[in-house]
């Protein structure tokens, strides 16, 4: 009786495990180059889609330290689709606070800031998408951005 007790309890937690796991289609960091990120570079990420009946959730991660000059980070986003149609929209995300605290996780001059780009999205195709990330700050070079990240999750 306390093998079967005990089997069961493994069971539930390998159940519990599998269920936590998200399956991401894409998970790509782009470092920025400490001399700066010029309006002229453009963060590439190539994700493909297979399953369109799907919900997924598409995040930005952007790590950030307190050479950051500015509160907000304007990014103008172009989708290419599989298709050949092109989306294009200009996010805001909000690096600080007024007070100049910078916003996300971790300890010290260097946060890390999540932000939700869309959720329970459905992708109407199959096949290869692209998205391109310009920075739309006014300054041609910003500092203090280390890494953007483009996740995908299902």
């Avoid at 937690?13 to 920025?32: E, G, H, Q, R």
């Avoid at 453009?42 to 790590?63: E, M, W």
């Amino acid at each position: 009786m306390k093998n079967s007790k005990i089997y069961i309890f493994i069971f539930l937690i390998a159940i519990c495990l599998s269920a936590c796991n998200k399956k991401y289609v894409t998970d790509k960091y782009y470092s920025i180059p400490k001399e700066g990120w010029s309006y002229f570079d453009t963060l590439d990420y190539q994700f493909s889609i297979d399953d369109t009946d799907a919900i997924y959730s598409v995040f930005l991660n952007v790590i950030h330290n307190d050479d950051y000059k500015y509160r907000n980070l304007f990014l103008f986003m172009h989708r290419l689709n599989p298709d050949s149609s092109l989306f294009c929209d200009t996010v805001q995300l909000i690096l600080s606070t007024p007070e100049g605290t910078l916003l996300g996780k971790g300890i010290g001059e260097t946060k890390e800031a999540k932000f939700l780009l869309g959720n329970n999205i459905k992708f109407p195709e199959q096949g290869n998408y692209s998205l391109q990330l310009i920075h739309g700050m006014r300054d041609e070079y910003i500092f203090g951005i280390e890494k953007v990240g483009f996740i995908i999750s299902k």
